[in-house]
């Protein structure tokens, strides 16, 4: 029999026994329902009470099994945050137009018909203008449009950057091999299938004299041994470099690449009067910002 059934049992027992002792049965009967109600309640209290010990036990134990982690809630963006992520996809939507600007001029200059162009030079006004990361990036769009291998040697001994911009040595570089102290294969660095980088060494202070050296032995002979390498060439600013006219020189044809808002139209015009007597392709506008002169317009 039940627990409960049984303590039912008992009570109904005690219940007659002490209505036994009562004179009026109507009482006797209204005292032992309402005592009988009494302990009903209470047991129903009890057990009540021991549910609610239950739950709060599973709960416990869960929440030490495993906590709720607390998710911080995520602010709402601020005007300052929307315009700083504006710019930001100005600034990769102009990134996106100057490699497409970059890999149209190259593809058209060296798979022209009939064309004898086999090496370009990435030049400036003055540093600062990203030619050397705009070299890069044609450089690696050519080397992906095509089967050609590709080559990108650097002629800047003012201010080196590529070993930056691909993330490789310094040195030994073009300036180590043309005195003699590397062999060939030292100085190149296989950055993807169809893409080489030359870096340019440490050749400031003997600059011009290696210039003249790759002068007098011509480029594409000296570096290329095969004929089918494209070749592009990461040269010194014209204004500012000593040797940026005479390392101009070295390549089939120019692109000048001005930053519109930084180089001045007088540092222009010079650029373009020490160059009137080489091929110049065209001028590659970075990061436009500013009106750019009619006269300008036209070499674009």
């Given at each position: 029999?039940?627990?409960?059934?049984?303590?039912?049992?008992?009570?109904?027992?005690?219940?007659?026994?002490?209505?036994?002792?009562?004179?009026?049965?109507?009482?006797?009967?209204?005292?032992?329902?309402?005592?009988?109600?009494?302990?009903?309640?209470?047991?129903?209290?009890?057990?009540?009470?021991?549910s609610k010990e239950v739950v709060q036990q599973k709960e416990a134990k869960a929440s030490k099994l495993a906590p709720i982690p607390q998710v911080p809630a995520t602010p709402a963006p601020t005007v300052k945050g929307r315009r700083a992520l504006a710019r930001l996809n100005e600034e990769l939507a102009n990134l996106h137009a100057l490699k497409e600007r970059c890999r149209q001029m190259c593809l058209s200059i060296f798979f022209r018909r009939d064309t004898t162009i086999n090496s370009i030079g990435f030049t400036s006004s003055i540093p600062g203008e990203g030619k050397s990361f705009l070299a890069s990036i044609a450089a690696l769009s050519l080397s992906q449009d095509s089967s050609?291998?590709?080559?990108?040697?650097?002629?800047?001994?003012?201010?080196?950057?590529?070993?930056?911009?691909?993330?490789?040595?310094?040195?030994?570089?073009?300036?180590?091999?043309?005195r003699g102290e590397?062999?060939?294969?030292?100085?190149?660095?296989?950055?993807?299938?169809?893409?080489?980088?030359?870096?340019?060494?440490?050749?400031?202070?003997?600059?011009?004299?290696?210039?003249?050296?790759?002068?007098?032995?011509?480029?594409?002979?000296?570096?290329?041994?095969?004929?089918?390498?494209?070749?592009?060439?990461?040269?010194?600013?014209?204004?500012?470099?000593?040797?940026?006219?005479?390392?101009?020189?070295?390549?089939?044809?120019?692109?000048?690449?001005?930053?519109?808002?930084?180089?001045?139209?007088?540092?222009?015009?010079?650029?373009?009067?020490?160059?009137?007597d080489l091929p110049l392709q065209g001028i590659i506008m970075n990061q436009m910002q500013s009106k750019i002169p009619n006269w300008i317009r036209q070499l674009l």
């Open positions: 029999m039940p627990k409960d059934m049984q303590q039912q049992k008992v009570i109904e027992a005690d219940m007659a026994r002490e209505v036994e002792d009562v004179d009026d049965p109507d009482q006797a009967k209204t005292e032992k329902f309402v005592a009988v109600k009494g302990r009903k309640e209470t047991l129903h209290s009890d057990d009540v009470l021991q050609v291998p590709v080559t990108l040697i650097e002629c800047n001994w003012e201010h080196p950057s590529l070993h930056e911009v691909f993330g490789c040595d310094a040195t030994p570089g073009l300036a180590e091999w043309l590397c062999g060939d294969n030292d100085m190149r660095r296989q950055i993807a299938q169809n893409l080489t980088v030359i870096p340019a060494g440490s050749g400031k202070q003997d600059a011009v004299r290696l210039l003249q050296q790759m002068r007098g032995d011509g480029l594409k002979n000296l570096l290329s041994p095969r004929h089918e390498q494209l070749l592009l060439v990461d040269l010194p600013p014209v204004v500012t470099a000593g040797y940026g006219s005479l390392a101009a020189t070295l390549v089939d044809t120019l692109i000048v690449v001005v930053r519109a808002g930084v180089t001045t139209d007088r540092m222009i015009a010079e650029t373009c009067e020490q160059l009137k």
